[in-house]
């Protein structure tokens, strides 16, 4: 069974071929010019993702040597994500389902995520937990099956990864900040404490701590107008590390709750070396088993999309050409 995904959520076009379950091929198109606006402007990527969803996908075909004849059904994200990137994906799914008179899947955007594990060869086993970390959703979820999984702690403002963005945005950074923050974090030391919020439960909160960075450069600033200059790495260094501990702890939180010692890391900011070690350090003290994909499984892609629309094919959750692309879409 070969399944074509799609994926256009935010500013990449992604297609990729899975056949019986493995990857074949996973091509994505990025977008630099949001670089110029330090943030994603909607209009732009939808017309983009116009320009390039069909070069991306016979790239796809042709990098996984199958026709398009031999496509057994398209799978696309549906839903979360930017209303006018997700109406070309979903529009070209359609279409070429139609036109090959073959099934369609929708997906939905952070399943997708969490199924990006079965896309390695090293696979959770049901139940597990999965902390998924991204520009725009940081949230534990418990993982039954790949049909059945329950949020449960999700934050309730911003997301980790908005905590990077915003914070590289004080500090005079390249948009997206994360992947920065990361590099130069590694020639630092986290010699500055940030407050750790105190929120109930196995929820997130990352709004003051945007606001205290805010107070303390300003503060800084006054006493020392090239503090962010002279001190860049020890400020990326000591960010990072709260962020880390806000989730590690809230994870930890959750394996002692749920007793599931077999933890997952999924969304963009996974790629982060410093939630990445930290997960594997604390798997190792604590006992757990710890699931970290691969890099290219991390940020938006489609191979997490059809590895996704896999596993409903074989459920036979197949949707109609009514589907229409929505912005927000609960689990």
Not at 22 to 46: M, T, W
């Amino acid at each position: 069974m070969i399944i074509l995904g799609i994926e256009s959520s935010c500013d990449d076009t992604a297609a990729a071929i899975v056949a019986d379950g493995k990857v074949l091929s996973n091509c994505i198109a990025g977008q630099e010019i949001h670089r110029l606006y330090g943030g994603v402007v909607p209009e732009v990527a939808s017309r983009a993702h116009q320009v390039h969803i069909v070069p991306v996908v016979n790239e796809a075909l042709k990098q996984a040597g199958v026709l398009r004849s031999e496509i057994g059904a398209v799978a696309f994200t549906r839903g979360p994500g930017l209303i006018g990137s997700l109406i070309v994906g979903v529009s070209f799914a359609k279409g070429l389902a139609m036109s090959l008179d073959i099934p369609l899947i929708e997906v939905h955007h952070l399943q997708a995520h969490v199924m990006a594990h079965f896309a390695g060869e090293r696979q959770p086993p049901f139940p597990f937990l999965c902390l998924i970390v991204s520009g725009g959703h940081t949230q534990i979820m418990l993982v039954r099956s790949p049909f059945d999984m329950e949020i449960i702690g999700q934050t309730i403002d911003d997301a980790a990864g908005e905590a990077f963005d915003k914070t590289g945005k004080l500090l005079g950074l390249d948009y997206p900040a994360g992947p920065v923050i990361d590099r130069l974090a590694k020639e630092g030391k986290p010699v500055f404490d940030f407050p750790e919020p105190h929120i109930s439960g196995l929820d997130f909160s990352f709004s003051g701590l945007k606001t205290s960075i805010l107070y303390f450069l300003r503060k800084e600033i006054e006493r020392d107008p090239a503090f962010i200059q002279n001190r860049l790495p020890d400020i990326c260094a000591s960010v990072q590390t709260r962020i880390v501990s806000i989730l590690m702890n809230k994870l930890k939180k959750a394996v002692q709750q749920t007793g599931i010692r077999h933890v997952a890391l999924a969304g963009g900011v996974s790629a982060n070396s410093g939630l990445r070690e930290a997960l594997l350090n604390t798997a190792s003290k604590l006992g757990w088993e710890a699931y970290i994909p691969k890099f290219e499984y991390c940020t938006d892609n489609a191979a997490m999309i059809a590895i996704a629309g896999y596993y409903k094919y074989l459920d036979g959750d197949f949707c109609d050409h009514s589907v229409t692309p929505v912005a927000r879409w609960a689990m």
